[in-house]
């Protein structure tokens, strides 16, 4: 569409909504706004917002809504490790419903049995699926509940005297970034052992790392290799025995419901990324639900309030003293428990399992004929072993052979109505690496179209490498004319008035 | 198992189909999924079915299983709510709720600005328009909320001071406190609080003066203060901290900045605040995203944890195209080096918010915030109307907020919200536990959706509740 | 008018803002639209402003005006409702309801192919979908509603024959049968009915044979017909009416056809029905819309009067494209030369019918007509245990609807339901004035929303008010 | 997109929704399904409809609808005659609302009295814009209403004793088709006056129209070429004193409310397209409502039920024995009915006439904007004279200039993100024409928008006639390779079956 930005669409004058206005008596009793307000403080000139007629506010997000790819409209496998399932429309009309849209969250709550139910209830289902003992549903993405976790174990080594000494986290470099950011901004020093040749650190790797320094483990399983680490319970041994703590990040979850746990591991915590396993909306990017999970032992440093049962009813308990505090104002992000629950109760037992066996079925067919059609592609370590839900590829030899690189490729793949794929996470342990992650919501065609898109690319990366190398062509933008400008205090711009500055333009 | 049921594909999961899985099956040339699972040892794996519900296939039947669930919730719209302090009940615009239901921007996720040209712009218009909201250059991506917000302002001034303490003041929500404690310890481990004047509810100015000293970091303050009380002298503190090499991070609600100061001009150095009264649903204090906003220079640029979305020229001529500025401050590029932690925090609230204010413009805002005020103003009249009950309870000028006195009637605001139950009305925030030097008081709201019949109702409820 | 109101730019008329007013009519050269409107005669004009109520311009204001108004009806979610006839509630599967939503299909009108694509590729699927339900291969773009459609197969039929008599099934809605009789006369001014044996309510064969003539063109007649009976003689049927140069139409409710078969199959040369309880809420009526099938002859299609969309290639390799097929036998093309008349008719409906038969597949459909069969079985023979209730009252096979008779329990039909209401229950549709040689007698409907308990509730209702 | 068809994504066994089941004590107690339905009627094989996953649907009706160019996102000018309004969505929000989606039209009359209040109170509304006596929201589209109306005119000759005899209707050339179509299905023939100099007929052509053959007239005012027939009210005088009744097509009314109406020009029947002129909307062509105005006297024929209101309570009168019958199965479009009456109240009495006012405005603004840039456009009829809402344009000169006509450009609008624009109803009178009507919804720039690019197509239609030709280029789909497909019956397919065998597919 080649949407201006909306305040380019500004017409002095024009309005999109008229609020309401007070009744006459309240005016009158209230008298002028100016004079309620002290001296000084009342703004005289409004903020100079966009002035837009309502139709023109609806039809610029229609177009721009309209030039985003959502997971609910394409082939998504391309955001690998996000698990970007189909998001049933039932559950944004459930969402919707006064009962929960309409809550606040101070409510008596005698008055919100019925969500407070739905807390209970699917604690109940996460406590069953992870072998944990108690849930928070406080933390809004998966972030979010990693930094719980740390501050948990913070609480954990405080009370025990030892934090001043335990302040060392030991993780692996293919767990996710926020195993290392959020313990860090807790205040932890993060000990990050290497792969071995089966993708995982070694074992030697984890006894060298430990020490009376070791606060505790940050690790996923699998990682976002896709491979799974068959030593984790000795991982956790190791750690517990030197006084350390050990927290599952299980944003790889899809692919173990009902097939293995955190707690038959020996994990002290785990956390799922709801909006990645249960099927709620990513929503460009939130809000999302951190279910984070502890053992009995570690309950009592939750967030508060936790919700309880007394057998009658259902109730909100803030008399908790050792808790870690508040990670965010209210109980969680309560719309998104609310399609959470809706998800696994149509999928419900039958299915769960169904769920994993579906996902690595999906990706071991993937990568069948991901290597069947393109012999560049490589998927280092552990040879021969299966890769249970996704996996890290390589297209170092492409590279090589025709100076394509993995970033070309991903531009390249958003021409074809596809969502643009993601590499990897920070650093580059894989040279140029791919991930996919052909969850239970794709179909055996999705999958062959998006082979034949990759070998399609491979193709051109030899007949006709400008092509890519200077792709996208059919997307909604195009490739940035100087990427260096984001980075440049003089240039870089976040809001369109300080664009305009930067730019002399009025 | 049925095994009939079983033989049915799931709507969600197209190769559940047998004869699919199959055919996949055949293709990765193994028997079962078991193959797969098998590298699992034994003793990890799960050898029993999992015991949760069984699965709810129709659609129809989940509906009304879940809606019967949710109907058992008595919600703000049936009950008249004058609940706020955090979470508040606004109108939400019909093209709000149009755009936050597409799919595109529902289902979307971390798509790069050629694939997601429209989620980039959405959300640098978001940010845009907060800026001008607080006419300050720099804004993020939305984070999780506004306690979320405020205690990252507070990492932002320690890094950037290299001090280790905090003032707070203590007339702000005590959740957005306790999470300042929690996120900023590793930074900030010394958080002092400065005391309101009992009288007015403002700052007070010489607890403040007592407690800067030059290991000071930042203040925290709000305006309107967590008891919605409108403070006057922002140029005064921000002055003071100024002179000592601290920064001042003040907290806003955004519906205030139509009839209020912003800010930055009266010397803040960081505004904050929440995006949920902008055209979200309170969703029981789930529709939250906080917003941060600084001058746009490099020593605040380079502090920011959230991803920070910039416009630039594409090589198509006139065509605007976005990215990510100084990306490699985030923990997505620098992991445990990188300012602070990243993730999946509240972009959808962001982008609905910025419809809402392009909705609105600046008359509106200005329209909204008028209302707000002269209808907290006849509130708290009409509720002081009420025998032995004191509103607001502070000698001071309220945005939308209020606090109530009950000492008088000799009740608790316990049994005040009880007994107003049974008149179907959601009384205000009981503030007896956290602030017990205020005795039975509560925070009251009012917002456009309350009519003078509304209030009125209220004050004859309550007037019949205190059998005064 | 305030000067205030005046001067505020309307939300929806993006040129009222004054001084853009102002600014179009100096461009075009005049003070104000007095200056074009001067051209109308003064005795014409309307001298005084219109009576009509202010404006709501606050859209919260607006939607709680009326909302109360719609809050004071009592609906179908709230009431336990037993009425069909015509208008079902079935459920409304919510992708139906966000592609209904979409302000692309929602607002777009007469746009061609090749602008909106879109539109012309779903009126495709949707007809492709009912022609596979009805298993025949030409389809029309949906007309207002059934009446509509069996009412145009009538004319259609009378304009293939070149004969002015029809026959018409008793057993049919009177709603219905009135609106043939408006549509068709000017091509079948003789309308004859044909009785139902009392009985069974199946068509009474002897009567159509004493009926038919070498006059008649066409015979109207449903299956399942308005008293939900399933008629099982067809090909009976459509042979006597062949054997005289006649045609058989027979109008179905959709949802029946992934358990019965369809009129193809017996005979029939048009099928017809209502596109509703695909997956439109009932609103009172208006979720309707009509649908045609009839078999891909040049005779056929030469007399439909409603847009045709056909499938073609573009000039681009391998895709597809749309346009009209037949045009210029439409109003459109040929005004009062035209077959019939078109206009806007139900087009989003057929959409959303569309969605829903693609959501359900043959399985879902198979599965849901199989759950109605049974439903209504059970249903009939639960009241039928009630004492002075007859239930059904023909003795045949029912889909989804059936008579009730209520002779035994000496109350009339509309006594009964005032009298439900008081247990929040709809009864059935009353059938006393329209079929008064059915006694007191009324129409139930179940669907699939009404489980066992539903049902066991009407039937402890109806005891406790027929009262024996 | 290029989506597929949906028959061709099916896969055998995949479900979309799974309908609630009975419960199993209703099974039992009924039985097997198969033996409820008499011998021979049980459908062995189920339809063939298509097979897919819940995520495949949704995705491909979104592309579909991404790929459909509803007013509500589009400048949408383009639409002549439709008034192609903004349909505000608080009017979508509300007409889901259960107290209108959930109610059964044969509800107790006590059960809906929130509906017959608002049928009431719209009639009251309308009655005051148009002046008419009473008014049916039974028909659901303008033609519907015409027919209505033609209905109602066969009975009133009928009451008279004169149907026989009267079978003549009068119309003019530039008034709408349905006025045409729909009294000659009611079974009247017509006699279609050709425009005088003026662009309406003569009064001399009226007058040697009528006789005792004259059943009554069907007009427009303006018709479509945006005049306004200062002469209207002697036609309906000459009608009438010929015996014969008038009807007023109000498809155009837009540019009229508040500023004339039909009772003052002595019509005894009008209708108003509720979708056009109240801002309902169009439904990619319904459902839509069009209300017909009747005077008094021939309010008995209106379709039944009538809302009516006996001072206490609302209810339908069905007891009507001189009413047409039904013209449609219950009451009116009833959803349409609710946004209307929304559309209305915002608008209310302060804003109405502005929307003519703007109306006219905008049209003339247009106009002016259009002959400054380009020459070869002309207005036929009436010169000198203002139009009121819209203008037939032609485009002959350039035709003969360039070759390129109204067809080509027409096409070649679509190219530039604008629906492709509206030429004329057949006949063509004017040739090469072209008719847009930029209602109260547009602003100023959408004028100039629009301008700009009908001013750069004719341009391109002397410096590159090809692009034009052979446009769209950038729309959803291209142009058919051979229009004449869609009239050959081996070829035509309005049915994915019937293309199939077609083809000889599989």
Same mark, same amino acid.
């Given at each position: 569409?080649?949407?201006?930005?909306?305040?380019?669409?500004?017409?002095?004058?024009?309005?999109?909504?008229?609020?309401?206005?007070?009744?006459?008596?309240?005016?009158?009793?209230?008298?002028?706004?100016?004079?309620?307000?002290?001296?000084?403080?009342?703004?005289?000139?409004?903020?100079?917002?966009?002035?837009?007629?309502?139709?023109?506010?609806?039809?610029?997000?229609?177009?721009?809504?309209?030039?985003?790819?959502?997971?609910?409209?394409?082939?998504?496998?391309?955001?690998?490790?996000?698990?970007?399932?189909?998001?049933?429309?039932?559950?944004?009309?459930?969402?919707?419903?006064?009962?929960?849209?309409?809550?606040?969250?101070?409510?008596?709550?005698?008055?919100?049995?019925?969500?407070?139910?739905?807390?209970?209830?699917?604690?109940?289902?996460?406590?069953?699926?992870?072998?944990?003992?108690?849930?928070?549903?406080?933390?809004?993405?998966?972030?979010?509940?990693?930094?719980?976790?740390?501050?948990?174990?913070?609480?954990?080594?405080?009370?025990?005297?030892?934090?001043?000494?335990?302040?060392?986290?030991?993780?692996?470099?293919?767990?996710?970034?926020?195993?290392?950011?959020?313990?860090?901004?807790?205040?932890?020093?993060?000990?990050?052992?290497?792969?071995?040749?089966?993708?995982?650190?070694?074992?030697?790797?984890?006894?060298?790392?430990?020490?009376?320094?070791?606060?505790?483990?940050?690790?996923?399983?699998?990682?976002?290799?896709?491979?799974?680490?068959?030593?984790?319970?000795?991982?956790?041994?190791?750690?517990?025995?030197?006084?350390?703590?050990?927290?599952?990040?299980?944003?790889?979850?899809?692919?173990?419901?009902?097939?293995?746990?955190?707690?038959?591991?020996?994990?002290?915590?785990? =956390?799922?990324?709801?909006?990645?396993?249960?099927?709620?909306?990513?929503?460009?990017?939130?809000?999302?639900?951190?279910?984070?999970?502890?053992?009995?032992?570690?309950?009592?440093?939750?967030?508060?309030?936790?919700?309880?049962?007394?057998?009658?009813?259902?109730?909100?308990?803030?008399?908790?003293?050792?808790?870690?505090?508040?990670?965010?104002?209210?109980?969680?992000?309560?719309?998104?428990?609310?399609?959470?629950?809706?998800?696994?109760?149509?999928?419900?037992?039958?299915?769960?399992?169904?769920?994993?066996?579906?996902?690595?079925?999906?990706?071991?067919?993937?990568?069948?004929?991901?290597?069947?059609?393109?012999?560049?592609?490589?998927?280092?370590?552990?040879?021969?072993?299966?890769?249970?839900?996704?996996?890290?590829?390589?297209?170092?030899?492409?590279?090589?052979?025709?100076?394509?690189?993995?970033?070309?490729?991903?531009?390249?793949?958003?021409?074809?109505?596809?969502?643009?794929?993601?590499?990897?996470?920070?650093?580059?342990?894989?040279?140029?690496?791919?991930?996919?992650?052909?969850?239970?919501?794709?179909?055996?065609?999705?999958?062959?179209?998006?082979?034949?898109?990759?070998?399609?690319?491979?193709?051109?990366?030899?007949?006709?490498?400008?092509?890519?190398?200077?792709?996208? =062509?059919?997307?909604?933008?195009?490739?940035?004319?100087?990427?260096?400008?984001?980075?440049?205090?003089?240039?870089?711009?976040?809001?369109?008035?300080?664009?305009?500055?930067?730019?002399?333009?009025? | 198992?049925?095994?009939?049921?079983?033989?049915?594909?799931?709507?969600?999961?197209?190769?559940?189909?047998?004869?699919?899985?199959?055919?996949?099956?055949?293709?990765?040339?193994?028997?079962?999924?078991?193959?797969?699972?098998?590298?699992?040892?034994?003793?990890?794996?799960?050898?029993?079915?999992?015991?949760?519900?069984?699965?709810?296939?129709?659609?129809?039947?989940?509906?009304?299983?879940?809606?019967?669930?949710?109907?058992?919730?008595?919600?703000?719209?049936?009950?008249?709510?004058?609940?706020?302090?955090?979470?508040?009940?606004?109108?939400?615009?019909?093209?709000?709720?149009?755009?936050?239901?597409?799919?595109?921007?529902?289902?979307?996720?971390?798509?790069?600005?050629?694939?997601?040209?429209?989620?980039?712009?959405?959300?640098?218009?978001?940010?845009?328009?907060?800026?001008?909201?607080?006419?300050?250059?720099?804004?993020?991506?939305?984070?999780?909320?506004?306690?979320?917000?405020?205690?990252?302002?507070?990492?932002?001034?320690?890094?950037?001071?290299?001090?280790?303490?905090?003032?707070?003041?203590?007339?702000?929500?005590?959740?957005?406190?306790?999470?300042?404690?929690?996120?900023?310890?590793?930074?900030?481990?010394?958080?002092?609080?400065?005391?309101?004047?009992?009288?007015?509810?403002?700052?007070?100015?010489?607890?403040?003066?007592?407690?800067?000293?030059?290991?000071?970091?930042?203040?925290?303050?709000?305006?309107?203060?967590?008891?919605?009380?409108?403070?006057?002298?922002?140029?005064?503190?921000?002055?003071?901290?100024?002179?000592?090499?601290?920064?001042?991070?003040?907290?806003?609600?955004?519906?205030?900045?139509?009839?209020?100061?912003?800010?930055?001009?009266?010397?803040?150095?960081?505004?904050?605040?929440?995006?949920?009264?902008?055209?979200?649903?309170?969703?029981?204090?789930?529709?939250?995203?906080?917003?941060?906003?600084?001058?746009?220079?490099?020593?605040?640029?380079?502090?920011?944890?959230?991803?920070?979305?910039?416009?630039?020229?594409?090589?198509?001529?006139?065509?605007?195209?976005?990215?990510?500025?100084?990306?490699?401050?985030?923990?997505?590029?620098?992991?445990?080096?990188?300012?602070?932690?990243?993730?999946?925090?509240?972009?959808?609230?962001?982008?609905?918010?910025?419809?809402?204010?392009?909705?609105?413009?600046?008359?509106?805002?200005?329209?909204?915030?008028?209302?707000?005020?002269?209808?907290?103003?006849?509130?708290?009249?009409?509720?002081?109307?009420?025998?032995?009950?004191?509103?607001?309870?502070?000698?001071?000028?309220?945005?939308?907020?209020?606090?109530?006195?009950?000492?008088?009637?000799?009740?608790?605001?316990?049994?005040?919200?009880?007994?107003?139950?049974?008149?179907?009305?959601?009384?205000?925030?009981?503030?007896?536990?956290?602030?017990?030097?205020?005795?039975?008081?509560?925070?009251?709201?009012?917002?456009?959706?309350?009519?003078?019949?509304?209030?009125?109702?209220?004050?004859?409820?309550?007037?019949?509740?205190?059998?005064?």
């Amino acid at each position: 569409w080649n949407e201006p930005i909306i305040f380019e669409l500004s017409v002095p004058g024009r309005r999109g909504l008229i609020p309401p206005a007070p009744d006459e008596e309240i005016k009158k009793e209230a008298g002028d706004a100016k004079n309620l307000v002290p001296k000084g403080m009342f703004r005289e000139q409004p903020p100079a917002l966009p002035e837009l007629d309502q139709k023109r506010v609806l039809a610029h997000y229609i177009h721009l809504a309209q030039e985003t790819l959502g997971a609910n409209l394409c082939n998504d496998i391309s955001q690998g490790t996000c698990t970007m399932k189909y998001n049933p429309r039932i559950n944004e009309e459930l969402a919707a419903h006064p009962g929960i849209a309409s809550l606040h969250p101070w409510q008596d709550v005698d008055t919100v049995q019925g969500i407070l139910q739905m807390y209970y209830e699917f604690e109940e289902i996460l406590k069953e699926v992870s072998g944990m003992d108690k849930f928070s549903l406080h933390p809004q993405g998966g972030a979010h509940a990693v930094y719980t976790a740390a501050s948990i174990m913070r609480a954990y080594h405080r009370d025990r005297g030892e934090l001043d000494k335990r302040r060392e986290i030991i993780s692996a470099a293919f767990t996710h970034p926020c195993d290392h950011a959020a313990p860090a901004t807790a205040g932890f020093r993060l000990i990050i052992l290497p792969p071995s040749e089966n993708g995982y650190p070694s074992i030697e790797a984890v006894k060298a790392a430990v020490s009376e320094r070791t606060a505790g483990m940050f690790i996923t399983n699998p990682e976002d290799t896709g491979i799974y680490n068959t030593e984790i319970d000795q991982f956790v041994k190791i750690v517990h025995d030197a006084g350390g703590l050990c927290f599952y990040d299980q944003a790889n979850a899809n692919v173990l419901l009902g097939i293995a746990r955190a707690r038959e591991a020996g994990f002290d915590m785990c =956390h799922f990324n709801i909006h990645k396993t249960f099927g709620t909306p990513h929503g460009c990017s939130g809000p999302g639900l951190g279910a984070l999970g502890v053992r009995d032992y570690l309950a009592k440093y939750l967030p508060f309030p936790t919700v309880e049962y007394d057998g009658e009813k259902y109730y909100l308990d803030f008399d908790r003293p050792e808790s870690v505090g508040k990670i965010r104002q209210f109980q969680g992000p309560a719309g998104v428990l609310v399609r959470a629950y809706a998800w696994i109760r149509a999928i419900g037992q039958e299915y769960l399992k169904e769920v994993s066996e579906i996902s690595t079925i999906n990706h071991n067919y993937l990568q069948k004929k991901l290597q069947e059609l393109i012999p560049e592609i490589d998927v280092p370590y552990a040879p021969g072993r299966r890769r249970l839900e996704e996996a890290r590829y390589c297209w170092q030899k492409l590279f090589e052979a025709t100076g394509i690189s993995t970033t070309d490729i991903m531009r390249r793949v958003g021409d074809f109505g596809l969502q643009h794929y993601w590499t990897s996470h920070h650093p580059w342990v894989v040279p140029e690496p791919m991930t996919l992650e052909p969850c239970e919501s794709y179909g055996k065609e999705d999958l062959d179209e998006y082979a034949a898109v990759l070998k399609h690319i491979r193709d051109e990366a030899y007949s006709d490498p400008e092509v890519v190398k200077n792709a996208p =062509h059919k997307c909604a933008s195009h490739k940035l004319a100087d990427e260096s400008a984001l980075d440049d205090p003089k240039r870089w711009a976040t809001t369109w008035r300080a664009y305009v500055k930067k730019k002399g333009r009025t | 198992m049925e095994e009939k049921e079983k033989r049915r594909a799931h709507p969600y999961i197209p190769n559940s189909v047998p004869e699919i899985k199959e055919e996949l099956l055949k293709e990765i040339g193994i028997e079962s999924a078991e193959d797969i699972f098998g590298q699992i040892p034994e003793h990890l794996r799960l050898k029993r079915p999992l015991n949760i519900p069984k699965a709810i296939t129709s659609e129809y039947e989940l509906k009304k299983h879940v809606t019967d669930l949710l109907s058992k919730n008595k919600n703000c719209e049936e009950y008249l709510n004058f609940l706020g302090g955090g979470c508040w009940q606004h109108y939400v615009p019909a093209v709000c709720k149009t755009i936050m239901e597409r799919d595109e921007f529902l289902s979307a996720y971390v798509g790069e600005a050629f694939a997601d040209h429209g989620k980039f712009q959405a959300q640098f218009e978001y940010a845009s328009c907060i800026g001008e909201l607080v006419d300050m250059d720099m804004v993020n991506t939305p984070t999780y909320d506004w306690a979320m917000a405020c205690a990252t302002t507070v990492r932002m001034a320690s890094r950037m001071t290299g001090r280790g303490k905090a003032l707070v003041a203590e007339s702000i929500s005590p959740e957005r406190l306790s999470c300042i404690k929690n996120y900023a310890w590793s930074a900030t481990p010394d958080i002092e609080m400065v005391k309101y004047d009992p009288k007015t509810g403002l700052l007070d100015i010489d607890d403040l003066k007592s407690k800067l000293s030059d290991d000071v970091c930042v203040l925290y303050m709000e305006n309107p203060n967590f008891f919605g009380v409108i403070e006057s002298r922002g140029q005064e503190i921000a002055d003071l901290l100024h002179s000592k090499g601290a920064l001042l991070s003040v907290g806003v609600d955004p519906l205030s900045l139509g009839v209020l100061e912003p800010p930055a001009h009266y010397g803040a150095n960081f505004a904050c605040g929440d995006v949920q009264p902008m055209g979200i649903p309170m969703s029981y204090g789930g529709g939250l995203g906080g917003f941060i906003a600084t001058p746009d220079e490099p020593k605040f640029v380079a502090e920011y944890p959230s991803l920070l979305f910039g416009i630039a020229e594409t090589v198509e001529d006139g065509e605007y195209g976005f990215g990510e500025v100084l990306y490699e401050r985030t923990s997505y590029a620098s992991r445990d080096k990188a300012k602070d932690f990243l993730g999946t925090m509240a972009q959808l609230h962001g982008i609905v918010a910025g419809v809402y204010m392009a909705l609105m413009g600046p008359q509106g805002m200005k329209e909204l915030g008028e209302g707000l005020l002269q209808r907290a103003s006849y509130a708290a009249k009409k509720l002081s109307s009420v025998k032995g009950v004191k509103a607001p309870l502070f000698d001071s000028y309220h945005f939308k907020e209020f606090t109530v006195n009950f000492d008088g009637t000799k009740k608790t605001v316990a049994e005040i919200n009880k007994a107003l139950l049974d008149h179907k009305i959601f009384g205000g925030k009981d503030l007896s536990k956290d602030f017990p030097e205020m005795g039975q008081s509560a925070l009251f709201c009012v917002t456009e959706l309350h009519g003078k019949e509304d209030i009125d109702i209220l004050a004859d409820a309550l007037a019949s509740v205190v059998g005064m």
